[in-house]
């Protein structure tokens, strides 16, 4: 089954404990992304991959890391959470499409839910 | 901002009625989709439309987009109860990245 797979699903953290959400795709795509969702703010978008080694930030980089070694998966971490980073925490994948950029639909994960205290 | 407004925020109907919400956007697009998410869960892809499109369908939904006045709306017709969700537009604003920009939704509440 085709699907991105996020783990952990939910965490209660401390400040200053760095973590790791893990997120891993099986359909090959070339293009990954990690958006954050926050009530009334809707999807931001954090860190985004087209490619193996090619990650850019997106529009709320802040306090994050990514790394994209291998194609299936593209971690998200928190060096150091702080509580402003309490969000709802989606992965998304895409195959690249022709031509520049990105044009077919994004697949998401489930979502990690992370409470930094 | 790039972000696409999705209007109105908040849309509660009965069951059977249509439910219809609007998006609009800032510059040329590339292309313009729309998500649902049920509560807490991942966003699902619905609909897909190019810049050089008018109008698609997908079983009850139909998606329409009027580049002249950069707008897009979502008609579901028929409502069920399982419509209930929350619905998004995404534009992409084309460029090198090509990146997804997400508007807030619309909150979609239909009554049984």
């Known amino acids: 089954e085709a699907q991105v797979t996020q783990n952990p699903r939910y965490l209660i953290t401390v400040t200053g404990k760095k973590l790791t959400v893990t997120c891993s795709q099986n359909m090959n795509h070339e293009y990954m992304s990690w958006y954050r969702q926050d009530p009334g703010l809707g999807l931001r978008q954090i860190y985004y991959?087209?490619?193996?080694?090619?990650?850019d930030k997106g529009d709320v980089p802040e306090g994050y890391k990514v790394s994209r070694k291998e194609k299936r998966n593209f971690p998200l971490i928190l060096e150091s959470p702080s509580p402003n980073q309490t969000s709802l925490y989606f992965c998304?994948?895409?195959?690249?499409?022709?031509?520049?950029?990105?044009?077919?639909?994004?697949?998401f994960g489930e979502g990690s839910r992370l409470t930094v205290l | 901002s790039q972000q696409g407004e999705e209007d109105p925020q908040a849309l509660s109907i009965q069951e059977g009625e249509n439910a219809t919400m609007n998006c609009s956007y800032k510059t040329s697009i590339n292309n313009l989709q729309w998500y649902r998410q049920n509560s807490g869960r991942g966003l699902v892809h619905l609909i897909l439309i190019r810049s050089n499109e008018r109008e698609k369908h997908s079983g009850r939904l139909r998606v329409t987009l009027d580049t002249s006045k950069k707008s897009s709306s979502l008609l579901i017709t028929a409502s069920r109860a399982a419509d209930t969700a929350s619905y998004f537009c995404a534009v992409n604003y084309g460029g090198s990245q090509g990146n997804l920009i997400f508007g807030k939704g619309t909150k979609l509440s239909v009554k049984p």
């Open positions: 991959s087209m490619n193996v080694e090619v990650t």
């Open positions: 998304a994948s895409s195959s690249r499409g022709s031509g520049r950029g990105y044009t077919g639909e994004l697949f």
